[in-house]
């Protein structure tokens, strides 16, 4: 049976281009000589200099990643954690309400998590005087608390895929449980983790609207920065700032592809 | 290893089901769940010119006599005030308007990659995945500079000679469906592909060889099989489009009233915390029912890769 693929292609072509041509006219205009930002005055790398020299815009990104890779690291303990509690322990008291809490994250609206975690930060501020102040660690805790329902998702997928029979053997071989956990499951389900890591990773760096919510005087993102020089109007040093990130996920991507693709056996 | 030793991973073995349950709900609980509980109480409160900027919803009067004040203006007001009751409407509509965009051209590209040749599957689901990995924030903004009035849509439209003079896009409704699309589609393609990767195509040779023709075959068939991926999909891109702030507040004017817009400027420019509260809690009972929709779906194929 042969089956006509035209407009299947040309939907495809037209999907395609539709989600890559406004990341190309970005990166093309970060090379525009003018401020006009979309009208092309020559081939220039300036904005790229003015980005480097931006004290405000570095000093975000650095807090930007180091929020992020906080955020990654525990959330992927904690997305582990649920993953195995759903995977491993079929029935336990509340399970359904722990699938509830572990997914309500994934597609709660940003602003709704924001207003929520703030106003709690604030209760626990005047009743227990901790968080004595809000940014760093506050951002944090937010970030965790939705990241984790990612990591979660995909992390549960992989300790599905797993042949059970793995872990019985080591068992029945006498290994302890905990030893069963560092030595067989944890390198078996490490290509998730490190997914989940990156997913968590990109989550946080990526959030304006939770972040701003919880934020406190002092403590200001790469998001913030960012959303704050775009309501001024279009900025060449963005466009800029678009085409690092558009370049380093790239070649994370084709890296991890490279360093996670299945080895063959001889 | 050391006889201690021993016995703390022993422990540590046994006490293994109870802490993989206990830490993950309870960092839930406490920031997750609780968080609502305050959320209710303040949008009780009354807005206030103190720090925080609400009042306390009960303080002791006396010995024994405790004084509770609960506020309903907050509500009240939204109900009557028709700004925040259209904008609850218009979300409503954007969001629904804008999930079946997502449909319309998400079904055909999952169904072309889900078709395609094996090799070329993980390029063209991996393309799809890539702008996600890149900054949300900024895939909004690109559209700012291409639906300008001097833009390169614009543009184009005018060296076609399709349009006499530049059409004003930007800071309308409009700009704001082509961003909720670009923004969400990949949430609408991953579980439709994820649905119809898994599709039994002698299902459809069996119609075909019963005489149904391909189009046929695909509303009752294809279409009736993949219900479960169009569902998730559609929850993944309606739930958050509907308290959606970043492109309503960038890409849409003063025409485009949502409701996390409106939260949002509540919060940061009026300060009023309380009736921020009480939008969070209108919007959160909107989407009870689908919450319970996702959570259905989640637990049927949670067993699921």
């Known amino acids: 049976m042969k089956r006509r693929r035209w407009p299947l292609l040309t939907v495809l072509v037209f999907g395609y281009a539709f989600l890559y041509v406004p990341i190309g006219l970005l990166i093309l205009y970060s090379f525009n000589e003018s401020r006009l930002v979309t009208v092309w005055a020559g081939f220039s790398t300036k904005w790229y200099g003015e980005l480097l020299r931006n004290q405000q815009l570095l000093e975000a990104a650095w807090l930007s990643i180091r929020i992020a890779a906080v955020n990654a690291t525990l959330a992927v303990v904690l997305g582990t954690l649920a993953a195995s509690a759903l995977t491993r322990y079929r029935r336990f008291r509340g399970r359904t309400g722990f699938e509830l809490l572990l997914t309500a994250p994934l597609v709660m609206p940003d602003v709704i998590i924001g207003l929520s975690l703030l106003l709690l930060f604030v209760a626990l501020q005047e009743t227990l005087g901790w968080p004595a102040s809000r940014g760093f660690t506050t ?32 068992l029945d071989l006498g290994a302890r449980p905990l030893v069963v956990m560092l030595r067989i499951t944890l390198p078996l389900i490490a290509p998730a983790l490190l997914a989940g ?9 990526d959030d304006l ?3 701003s919510f919880v934020t406190g005087p002092g403590a200001t993102t790469l998001p913030m920065v960012v959303y704050a020089s775009v309501r001024m109007g279009v900025s060449p040093q963005i466009n800029a700032l678009a085409t690092l990130i558009v370049a ?9 592809g490279l360093a996670l693709r299945p080895r063959r056996r001889a | 290893m050391s006889k201690n030793r021993a016995r703390a991973l022993i422990r540590l073995g046994h006490w293994g089901r109870p802490l993989t349950i206990a830490i993950p709900y309870l960092w839930l609980g406490l ?18 010119l ?17 004084e509770i004040r609960i506020n309903l203006m907050n509500f009240r007001m939204v109900w009557d005030d028709s700004l925040y009751a259209s904008a609850l409407l ?36 991996m393309l799809i995945v890539l702008p996600f990995w890149t900054s949300f924030l900024i895939r909004v903004y690109a559209w700012i500079g291409i639906l300008k009035s001097q833009g390169p849509l614009n543009d184009l439209l005018l060296a076609l000679g399709l349009i006499e003079t530049p059409l004003t896009i930007l800071h309308t409704q409009t700009a704001v469906y082509i961003g909720i699309l670009y923004s969400y589609l990949p949430f609408m393609i991953l579980p439709l592909y994820a649905n119809l990767s898994r599709l039994d195509w002698s299902l459809l040779e069996a119609a075909a060889d019963l005489g149904c023709r391909p189009f046929g075959a695909f509303l009752r068939v294809t ?19 509907v308290g959606e702030f970043v492109i309503p507040d960038l890409l849409g004017g003063p025409e485009t009233l949502m409701i996390g817009k409106l939260l949002w400027t509540e919060f940061f420019s009026n300060k009023d915390w309380p009736l921020a509260a009480a939008l969070a809690i209108l919007l959160l009972g909107l989407l009870l029912i689908p919450f319970v929709l996702i959570q259905r779906l989640e637990q049927r194929l949670g067993g699921q890769p």
């Open chain 1, 139 to 170: 951002i944090s805790i937010a970030h965790m608390t939705f990241s984790m329902a990612y990591v979660a998702v995909v992390v549960r997928a992989r300790l599905t895929q797993l042949d059970p029979a793995l872990e019985e053997a080591a």
């Open chain 2, 31 to 48: 920031f997750f769940l609780l968080p609502f509980v305050i959320v209710l109480q303040i949008s009780l409160a009354e807005p206030a």
């Open chain 2, 223 to 241: 279409l009736p099989l993949s219900a479960g991926g169009i569902l998730a999909g559609s929850l993944l891109v309606f739930i958050p489009v």
């Open chain 1, 248 to 256: 380093i996920v790239t070649l994370s991507v084709i890296i991890a």
């Open chain 2, 50 to 66: 103190t720090q925080p900027p609400y009042t306390a919803l009960w303080h002791w009067v006396d010995e024994g006599l405790l």
């Open chain 1, 197 to 205: 890591w990156l997913l968590a990773f990109t989550l946080s760096l």
């Open chain 1, 209 to 211: 609207v939770i972040a």
């Open chain 2, 90 to 125: 218009n979300s409503l509509r954007v969001a629904a308007l804008s999930t079946l965009l997502c449909l319309l051209l998400g079904y055909p590209m999952a169904y072309a990659i889900a078709t395609a040749p094996e090799r070329w599957r993980v390029i063209l689901l």
